[in-house]
Structures are given as C-alpha cells and as structure tokens.
C-alpha cells in the first residue's frame, strides 16, 4: 500500500513508501467482566478475546488465565464449570493456588481470528479480591505464548441493605 497526501501549501501529490498492513498476530482481550464485581464475592467471569491471524486453536489446546494476585483461585475447579465458546471443558481445568493461574483446555477449535468466550460460573471457585479497585488478568495459550493484559475491571465494595426498623411499644 501507499498513500498520497498534499496541503494548501504543497499542491501536489507526495506519494509514501510502500507499506503493509498485516492481521494482529497476538491474542486481545476484549473484556474481562466480573459478576457480580463485589469485594470477597465467589464469582463468576466472562472473558472475551480475539485470537491473531497465525494461531488457530486446536482442541486440546490450552488457555491460560492469569488472575490478580489478591483473586482467590481454588484447588480444583470442574471442567463443566468453565465453558469455551458455550462448551462446558470437558477436561477438568488445572489450577495453581499460588500464581493464581487457571488453564483450561479447549473443548472446540476456534479459527485463526476467531473469538473466544471464555466462561467461568460463580461455583467454579473464583473469589474476588478483598480491596475494591480496578484489577487486571492476562491470558496466553499454548499456540500464543505471550501472556496479553486485558481492560481493567472494577471489584466494587459489598452492598448490604437492612430493612426499616419498626418498633412496638410494650
């Protein structure tokens, strides 16, 4: 490709050296979402993200997850608590308590540029930092082994209500 370009003052055309444009070959992560997003709370996550141009997954291949430091992740978590493209993991997914990462292995192949759903329910274990802030997690996989950050995401103070007090004198 090459593009062209003149000013006011510069009337005629000025042709740039030839460029091109390629497909990401990274994973982006698209959103990261809590739910619900309240401090200690087991939760649930959504992630989404897009694979690059060169990396297809197979099935069998594996996403790896990152949570923040101050995210309890479990010992054990059941595959069919982790969906992939609203496939429940078929395999149960390998957790490490101390680095807090989780590695699922995919259920479906999902194409080169393909998206990805990546779904933990609110009873696979995951538990929400204990300080309300904005947090990160990375995600690689087996084919894209560069760990990629997504958009923060809020973990929000516990909300509690308590009802009218209503008194009966005796």
């Known amino acids: 490709h090459t593009l062209q370009v003149k000013t006011s003052a510069e009337t005629t055309d000025d042709t740039s050296p030839s460029y091109a444009i390629t497909a990401s070959t990274t994973l982006a992560i698209t959103s990261a979402l809590p739910n619900p997003s309240a401090i200690n709370a087991d939760a649930g996550y959504v992630i989404a993200f897009q694979l690059g141009s060169a990396s297809p997954l197979a099935i069998g291949d594996q996403i790896i997850v990152d949570f923040d430091d101050l995210t309890g992740v479990p010992a054990l978590m059941s595959g069919g608590d ?89």
């Not at 493209?85 to 308590?97: C, E, H, L, Q, W």
């Not at 998206?115 to 009873?123: G, M």
């Open 82 to 170: 982790v969906r992939v493209n609203n496939t429940a993991a078929t395999i149960a997914p390998f957790t490490d308590v101390v680095s807090k990462q989780v590695t699922v292995t995919t259920p479906v192949a999902v194409s080169a540029n393909g998206s990805v759903t990546l779904v933990f329910a609110n009873i696979a274990g995951l538990t929400n930092p204990s300080s309300a802030a904005t947090y990160l997690l990375n995600v690689s996989t087996n084919v894209q082994p560069a760990p990629q950050t997504s958009p923060t995401f809020a973990i929000t103070p516990a909300t509690s209500s308590i009802g009218a007090a209503s008194v009966t004198p005796s």
